[in-house]
């Protein structure tokens, strides 16, 4: 968080483990927004009740001060609470802001857009196995992320077109060890040259890390 420039308007969304009430009033400080999931341990004071729509899952809307008394030295100023249930995980979670201006549902839906982020990164560590990136500039992260899914959806378009049972992480292995082999890939994959491929593969070239 100290690392971070933080620009006036923007938001930044943090998990609960990020909470540190004086970096977050830094972020206020910059007249930049901030979204973080409350601690359970959270003590405060409620000043004003917001009415919320609980048809969109809000069900709590609060103008909020901190009550432990280093806290609120840290962070003086009122806090927004919200309190939103995910109905489609049976999940509750509680949020603290400092945007007073948007309405509660779009607080949440922020919130939930960084945990879709976190689940795409999670993926990637998962199925494309990128270990370190060639180029570091956001173009070149950009363009390498996308060159590691096509070639993920086009192993699966194969699998699925071809009917070959294998999981997609064997059919990218036994193809990172025979990309100079001059064989149909059904065969490739179904032959029983598979099993000599695998077991030899640290005689042959390889192109990609996989």
């Known amino acids: 968080m100290d690392a971070l420039v933080y620009e006036p308007g923007a938001f930044y969304i943090f998990d609960r483990g990020?909470?540190?009430?004086?970096r977050l009033h830094q972020i206020e400080n910059e007249k930049a927004f901030f979204v973080i999931?409350?601690?359970r341990s959270?003590?405060?004071?409620?000043e004003a009740s917001l009415s919320v729509d609980k048809t969109t899952g809000v069900r709590v809307d609060q103008r909020i001060k901190l009550q432990v008394f280093y806290s609120l030295k840290e962070y003086p100023d009122q806090l927004r609470r919200i309190k939103y249930y995910d109905a489609v995980h049976n999940q509750t979670y509680v949020y603290l802001t400092n945007n007073?201006?948007?309405?509660?549902?779009?607080?949440?839906?922020?919130y939930r857009a960084r945990w879709e982020v976190e689940t795409f990164f999670k993926w990637i560590k998962q199925h494309l196995r990128m270990k370190s990136f060639f180029g570091t500039s956001p173009n070149a992260v950009k363009t390498q992320v996308w060159i590691?899914?096509?070639?993920?959806?086009?192993?699966?378009?194969?699998r699925k077109r071809?009917?070959?049972?294998l999981s997609l992480y064997t059919i990218l292995?036994?193809?990172?060890v025979s990309l100079f082999e001059k064989v149909h890939?059904?065969?490739l994959l179904t032959d029983n040259q598979t099993q000599y491929l695998m077991q030899h593969s640290d005689n042959l070239l390889n192109l990609f890390d996989l």
Do not use: G
């Open 100 to 110: 007073f201006q948007l309405n509660s549902f779009t607080i949440a839906e922020l």
């Open 185 to 187: 890939i059904y065969q």
């Open 18 to 22: 990020y909470v540190d009430f004086s």
């Open 173 to 176: 292995q036994i193809l990172s």
């Open 42 to 46: 959270l003590r405060f004071i409620r």
């Open 148 to 158: 590691a899914i096509s070639a993920y959806v086009m192993i699966a378009i194969i």
């Open 37 to 39: 999931r409350a601690k």
């Open 162 to 165: 071809l009917n070959i049972n």
